[in-house]
């Protein structure tokens, strides 16, 4: 089992920064890519960003050159370092850890969820 905590949400003004952090803890012999999605009231959820184990990364295009997604992996952290915030950028943000493989009782393919973290952006 796997959890999940996103923290760093919060309100700002158009043009301002935040830093998210998911922390993730439980069974520590698996391999996880983790990605960084959003969600508004009556919307689907989003894609936001992805990281996986071996650094790779990438974004949609609507945070691209203003979101940067890092990790600790010792630490077992992710961040979403959002610069240069719109309105738009209203959501709340969630974290997901993909199950890619390991070793014991890793379950490849196994997703989860943290329980997300608001991020308001005022105009």
């Known amino acids: 089992q796997v959890q999940l905590v996103e923290s760093g949400g919060g309100s700002v003004q158009a043009g301002g920064s935040l830093r998210l952090s998911c922390a993730r803890s439980?069974?520590?012999?698996?391999?996880?890519?983790i990605a960084w999605y959003r969600q508004t009231p009556g919307k689907e959820r989003e894609f936001v960003s992805f990281?996986?184990?071996?650094?790779?990364?990438n974004y949609t295009d609507s945070v691209k050159g203003r979101f940067t997604i890092s990790q600790d992996n010792a630490r077992r952290m992710v961040y979403l370092q959002m610069n240069s915030l719109k309105a738009e950028d209203t959501a709340m943000y969630y974290c997901?850890?993909?199950?890619?493989?390991?070793?014991?009782?890793?379950?490849?393919?196994?997703?989860?969820w943290g329980q997300g973290t608001q991020v308001t952006v005022s105009s």
């Open positions: 997901k850890a993909l199950n890619v493989g390991g070793t014991g009782y890793c379950i490849k393919g196994s997703v989860y």
């Open positions: 439980g069974y520590t012999r698996c391999t996880y890519d």
């Open positions: 990281i996986n184990s071996a650094g790779s990364m």
